[in-house]
T-cell receptor
Framework: DTEVTQTPKHLVMGMTNKKSLKCEQH?????MYWYKQKAKKPPELMFV???????INESVPSRFSPECPNSSLLNLHLHALQPEDSALYLC????????????FGEGSRLTVL | EDQVTQSPEALRLQEGESSSLNCSYT??????LFWYRQDPGKGPEFLFT???AGEEKEKERLKATLTKKESFLHITAPKPEDSATYLC?????????????FGKGTLLTVNP
């Protein structure tokens, strides 16, 4: 069983909705990540929270906004999404923001209608 | 620009038929290479980390090796449950500027 827990596992939303994806890790890691993965493609980095500092992939649109309430929680707020945002959203954590294994959650499957 | 290329894109094996997956990379400042297994609709599952050329890691039927230009994931006597997409990723950079670059993966199918 993964120690990175993502909820919900599935989410269907309209383009005018506001929703959130939640991620919690139980390993005492100091870095957490959001990735987006389309079918048959590798994961693409969206955001990194490492030691309370946020790093953003500049190609990510502002309709996605991360929130890190504490070092074990990372949320992804979704607003005014487009159908092309439908994908598997993966949360991951690592011991630090440096070179080291990333441990992924099982993902949240998002469908935007 | 860092590049990670995995081959083949897809591989179909019979149960018990050993083979290898390749991950070749062109990066500056390799800090580590990771192998992941991903089942459909699930998050990647960590398998191995390799840090330096000549390093090898083993786990059950899997063995990962690393050279200065590529890594191999050897699968010995595979079983149907080994069917999955295998992802390679390289960690580069330094200071506060690390980067993880994934390959596109190899879809492995093992038939009984």
């Amino acid at each position: 069983d993964t120690e990175v827990t993502q909820t919900p596992k599935h989410l269907v939303m309209g383009m005018t909705n506001k929703k959130s994806l939640k991620c919690e890790q139980h390993m005492g890691h100091r870095a957490m990540y959001w990735y987006k993965q389309k079918a048959k493609k590798p994961p693409e980095l969206m955001f990194v929270y490492s030691y309370e500092k946020l790093s953003i992939n500049e190609s990510v649109p502002s309709r996605f906004s991360p929130e890190c309430p504490n070092s074990s929680l990372l949320n992804l707020h979704l607003h005014a999404l487009q159908p092309e945002d439908s994908a598997l959203y993966l949360c991951a954590s690592s011991q630090s923001g440096g070179p080291g294994e990333l441990f992924f959650g099982e993902g949240s499957r998002l469908t935007v209608l | 620009e860092d590049q990670v290329t995995q081959s083949p894109e897809a591989l179909r094996l019979q149960e018990g038929e050993s083979s290898s997956l390749n991950c070749s990379y062109t990066v500056s400042g390799l800090r580590g290479l990771f192998w992941y297994r991903q089942d459909p609709g699930k998050g990647p599952e960590f398998l191995f980390t390799l840090y330096s050329a000549g390093e090898e890691k083993e786990k059950e039927r899997l063995k990962a090796t690393l050279t200065k230009k590529e890594s191999f994931l050897h699968i010995t006597a595979p079983k149907p449950e080994d069917s999955a997409t295998y992802l390679c990723a390289v960690f580069t950079g330094g200071g506060s500027n690390y980067k993880l670059t994934f390959g596109k993966g190899t879809l492995l199918t093992v038939n009984p």
